[in-house]
């Protein structure tokens, strides 16, 4: 961890000095591979602290003091400082973070679940699937120990309304499962 919070490597392509964001143990048992943190993050240095963080929340069915329990949950994103903005929404994470970073913080964690949240952690992941909503379906009958799911910004509220099931299926299988293995 002191390793990757000292990352300088994408410094040239940042719009603000480097501040990686997340927050690991090894003795998580979810993981949760999001984005890149958003300003708020950044300023604050605290992962998922906006609104797509409390929809996350929610879908995951827990509180705030136990998202942010490392010793339950490990926040990785796939960029690990806040890119910037592009179109007038933030930028794509920096495509430098997960390659080399990684490997290295999971092979350290066991978890019993990993939450990929949108399409940047599904495509590393799970690049087999042709779009976000193949893999969403897929992997929610496929596995035990691997949830996809959309990002929580309100920016894909199209997508949430096209895809209801997502919502009324998907999501309390998930906080089923978060709920397991929290009680364990």
């Not at 994470?93 to 940047?120: D, M």
């Not at 909503?133 to 596995?143: G, K």
């Amino acid at each position: 961890m002191r390793r990757v919070r000292a990352c300088t490597l994408c410094e040239a392509d940042l719009p603000q000095s480097p501040r990686p964001v997340l927050a690991a143990s090894e003795h998580s048992r979810i993981v949760i591979i999001g984005q890149a943190p958003g300003i708020l993050a950044h300023d604050s240095a605290t992962p998922w602290n906006d609104r797509s963080g409390d929809r996350l929340r929610r879908w995951m069915g827990i509180d705030t003091n136990t998202f942010y329990n490392e010793k339950l949950i490990s926040l990785i994103p796939m960029g690990f400082c806040f890119p910037g903005y592009k179109n007038g929404a933030d930028a794509p994470p920096r495509k430098e973070c997960a390659p080399a970073w990684h490997h290295q913080l999971l092979s350290r964690i066991n978890p019993s679940l990993t939450v990929l949240v949108g399409r940047y952690a599904q495509q590393f992941y799970c690049p087999k699937y042709k779009t976000l909503t193949e893999a969403v379906q897929s992997e929610a009958h496929a596995s035990q120990s691997i949830i996809i799911t959309p990002h929580p910004s309100g920016r894909n509220n199209r997508w949430l309304g096209k895809n209801p099931w997502f919502e009324s299926s998907l999501v309390p299988a998930l906080q089923q499962r978060v709920q397991a293995l929290l009680e364990n």
